[in-house]
């Protein structure tokens, strides 16, 4: 680590502890947990003015449950957590799974959180992708308020979340697992170890025979932010799925033109998009069994 | 430059060490320049080539990327805390029984990242294996031949536990 100027480096034991030092080095202050991300921003010199560090490993926000609200979970779950959780393994939750289990490497997933990789903003990340997929929510508290918002709007731009310097993203809420409910997620990257080019979060309600009553489709890497593709919901919504239908969506998407990236094009990811979605809906529907389909 | 020093408690392959440290020190750093233990090498220095590798309370970590601050009261092992009573550990023996060691520079990294997932998991699939071996890159290719070391290494500890 190259992060010279830190004076000091806090363990807080509360979360109160924690939110009073951040609000005491307002400004001068990072939260970390896995401390992944804050090596890579600081090996890049982009922690300049942070002397404290917060380190919220034992504030209390490594739990996984359930309650009439829906699926809890601390902002310090780490991946591996998340992949070693039979919870996740449901259809419903799976693209969470998958997002979490895709992440290289194994050490990574060790120590990497689900509160981080939204905290990074960065539109590639792939749990994020998962989590917006699944209309998570997240808690954000400061000394003096909370709130809860969805995490899509959490992004803005890379490394810029919308959580302000003395608030600290405590939890995040899945919604209550739904019934011929299914979800999946799938990426590309040149490597089995690097970002996504494109990634893809896809959550699908299903009433019977194969009627689409809602579904959600979110890319990585196709916008600064999450990209929660509007055409799929108001192509694919109210019929029945079928593969002239997903031909028919594949041609409608992305509606936006995809950013330029240093390692693929605007027309690369256009391609590699719209087969991504085919196959991560096709992967989605395979967990819900031929009944229902 | 003013150094802002801080105190912190290890527990290092057994040996409680104390040790004092720069708020911004990585377990890597501490663990080859403070206490001389060379076994974790620095490759990437970047969370990428898996060569820090070692254990923090029976999980495998990148060191590198690893605040030393983090590490404060957790037990530590590196591949220096393997072997007992001049006896290899399994895992090394097998490592040299099944010629998965060419240059050897990645080697205590791999080893720690089996070791971590051998402690609660003792029948992998293969699939478990090479995710266990996920983040550790060994360019002379005798990576190849984890697997089939790990394999071996599972069997010496069944037969001699």
């Given at each position: 680590m190259v992060q010279y100027d830190l004076k000091d480096y806090f363990k807080p034991k509360a979360l109160d502890e924690a939110l009073k030092l951040l609000h005491d080095y307002k400004g001068s202050a990072k939260i970390i947990a896995g401390g992944t991300l804050i090596h890579e921003l600081s090996e890049r010199n982009?922690?300049?003015?942070?002397?404290y560090y917060v380190d919220i490993?034992?504030?209390?926000?490594n739990y996984i449950k359930t309650d009439e609200d829906g699926l809890h979970l601390g902002a310090a779950v780490t991946f591996n957590d998340i992949v070693n959780s039979?919870?996740?393994?449901?259809p419903s939750y799976y693209a969470l799974y998958l997002a979490a289990k895709g992440v290289s490497s194994y050490q990574i997933k060790n120590v990497a959180t689900i509160g981080g990789s939204i905290c990074s903003?960065?539109?590639?990340?792939d749990v994020p992708i998962a989590l917006v997929a699944l209309n998570a929510k997240a808690k954000i508290v400061s000394l003096n308020k909370e709130r809860i918002e969805?995490?899509?709007?959490?992004?803005?731009?890379m490394f810029t979340?919308?959580?302000?310097?003395?608030?600290?993203?405590t939890e995040i809420i899945l919604p209550l697992q739904e019934e011929k409910t299914t979800s999946y997620h799938m990426k590309i990257g040149e490597?089995?170890?690097?970002?996504?080019?494109v990634n893809v979060g896809v959550k699908v309600k299903l009433e019977g025979?194969?009627?689409?009553?809602d579904i959600r489709a979110v890319f990585g890497n196709i916008q600064p932010t999450p990209f929660v593709e509007s055409n799929v919901e108001k192509l694919m919504k109210g019929k029945f799925i079928s593969d002239e239908l997903i031909n028919e969506v594949m041609n409608e998407i992305p509606s936006v033109e995809p950013i330029e990236s240093i390692k693929a094009s605007p027309w690369y990811k256009r391609k590699v998009s719209k087969v991504l979605f085919r196959d991560a809906l096709k992967g989605a529907l395979n967990l819900l069994g031929d009944e229902n389909v | 430059m003013k150094m802002y020093k801080k105190q912190i408690r290890l527990i290092v392959n057994g040996r409680e060490e104390i040790v004092e440290v720069n708020?911004?020190?990585s377990l890597l750093k501490v663990l080859r320049e403070?206490?001389?233990?060379?076994?974790?090498k620095r490759g990437?220095?970047?969370?990428?080539?898996?060569?820090?590798t070692v254990v923090v309370n029976g999980k495998a970590v990148y060191s590198c990327m690893y605040p030393a601050m983090k590490a404060d009261g957790k037990e530590i092992t590196t591949v220096?805390?393997?072997?007992?009573g001049g006896k290899l550990h399994p895992i090394q023996r097998a490592f040299i029984d099944a010629n998965a060691?060419?240059?050897?520079?990645?080697i205590p990294g791999a080893i720690m990242s089996i070791y971590a997932y051998t402690l609660k998991n003792?029948?992998?699939?293969d699939e478990e294996i090479n995710e266990a071996f996920s983040g550790n890159l060994c360019r002379c290719s005798a990576g190849y031949y984890w697997p089939k070391a790990t394999k071996l290494a599972l069997k010496y500890m069944k037969e001699n536990p």
């Open positions: 982009l922690l300049e003015g942070i002397e490993e034992n504030v209390g926000l039979p919870v996740f393994r449901q903003s960065i539109s590639f990340l969805n995490v899509e709007n959490l992004f803005s731009n979340p919308n959580i302000a310097e003395d608030e600290i993203l490597k089995t170890f690097s970002y996504a080019l025979n194969g009627l689409i009553n | 708020p911004y020190d403070y206490l001389g233990l060379t076994g974790p990437c220095d970047y969370g990428g080539c898996g060569n820090c220096e805390g393997l072997s007992k060691v060419q240059c050897g520079y990645c003792q029948n992998p699939t």
